[in-house]
């Protein structure tokens, strides 16, 4: 199993926080980097946060000051933390491996943050 497999979503109150999780079976080498990604009903999918084989993270704007990406690579996964969610956080959010054999996308969690 390649596929990277999400977990940690469900449904928070506004101002609440969660911590999303991103496990990998170990097959996948020489990654370059990992990241989240999100989509809301009728929108296009967009960025959330990267981090690099080097341990670089990188935030979109709406995110930045209350999201943080990190991994533990000897468990094979990666997680993101949000607090002081808002509704319009709500979507699902995807996991995303960047390796030298391709890329790879996990089937998303559902966060949805009520008001």
């Known amino acids: 199993q390649v596929q990277p497999v999400e977990s940690g979503g469900g449904l928070v109150q506004a101002g609440g926080s969660l911590r999303l999780s991103c496990a990998h079976s170990?097959?996948?080498?020489?990654?370059?980097?990992m990241g989240w990604y999100r989509q809301a009903p009728e929108k296009q999918r967009e960025w959330v946060a990267t981090i690099t084989s080097g341990g670089g993270t990188y935030y979109a704007s709406f995110v930045k000051g209350r999201g943080t990406i990190s991994r533990d690579n000897a468990k094979n996964t990666m997680y993101l933390q949000i607090n002081s969610l808002k509704p319009e956080d709500t979507a699902v959010y995807y996991c995303n491996i960047n390796a030298v054999t391709g890329e790879y996308w996990g089937q998303g969690t559902q966060v949805t943050v009520s008001s």
């Open positions: 170990g097959r996948l080498v020489n990654i370059n980097g």
